[in-house]
């Protein structure tokens, strides 16, 4: 199993240009989610889905998008990137959620100049 | 301010020493976890805890959930350079609310 992959691993944007990151997990989980890491700040989450055709709002979805068409694969795309959303991205799915432990990708470190 | 606060933020000790890590809650907590994050890298699941008085144990590191669910901690036992990293806490608040502390930075000197 590859687990939960990510990619890009870097990207830099200029603001205004919009993205994708991409996530995918092999393991069959129903719940991914989407978290941004800052200094300071921890891990926030943006948006996350308990399964395909659901997704719902986290803590912070501004300026973020996300679908889930299957259940193995969750994007996230940014519409209008602006510098605040320089960030280290995580993508993670979960067997169920809150009953299990979460699967983490390697993280997308993104740049908005 | 941080819904769940760690303790220290920072931590640098000698190898072979133990070492604590902390982490506050303001509510109740449905679920605690620790993660463990080396840098540039994503998370590697420690440790999920649930039961208040609950302890659990993987090799040198323990962690306790205390009897009211608002606070645990993390104990490492003779430490090891294999042990520096980020250690952060997460918590399960209920319906798909899950938040993480800022993390505590751990360098152990050999």
């Known amino acids: 199993n590859a687990g939960v992959t990510q990619t890009p691993k870097f990207q830099v944007l200029k603001t205004g240009q919009s993205m994708t990151l991409q996530c995918a997990q092999d393991?069959?989980?129903?719940?991914m989610s989407w978290y941004r890491q800052d200094p300071g700040m921890g891990l926030r989450l943006i948006h996350y889905?308990?399964?395909?055709?659901?997704?719902d709002q986290g803590e912070v979805p501004n300026g973020y998008n996300v679908s889930r068409s299957t259940t193995e694969d969750f994007p996230l795309r940014l519409l209008s990137a602006a510098p605040s959303q320089t960030s280290v991205y995580f993508c993670?799915?979960?067997?169920?959620?809150?009953?299990?432990?979460?699967?983490f990708g390697p993280g997308t470190r993104l740049t908005v100049t | 301010s941080q819904e769940l606060e760690q303790s220290p933020q920072s931590l640098i000790v000698q190898e072979g020493k133990n070492l604590t890590i902390n982490c506050t809650s303001s509510?109740?907590?449905?679920?605690l976890y620790w993660y463990k994050q080396k840098y540039g890298e994503g998370l590697i699941f420690l440790m999920m805890?649930?039961?208040?008085?609950e302890e659990k144990s993987h090799e040198k590191i323990t962690a306790k959930l205390d009897e009211k669910k608002q606070q645990s901690s993390l104990h490492i036992t003779a430490s090891q350079p294999s042990h520096a990293g980020i250690y952060l806490c997460?918590?399960?608040?209920?319906?798909?609310?899950?938040?993480f502390g800022a993390g505590t930075r751990l360098t152990v000197k050999p």
């Open positions: 509510k109740t907590l449905y679920g």
């Open positions: 997460g918590a399960d608040r209920g319906n798909n609310d899950m938040r």
């Open positions: 993670a799915s979960e067997r169920g959620q809150g009953v299990s432990e979460q699967y």
């Open positions: 805890l649930q039961k208040g008085g």
């Open positions: 889905s308990v399964g395909a055709g659901i997704t």
């Open positions: 393991m069959n989980h129903e719940y």
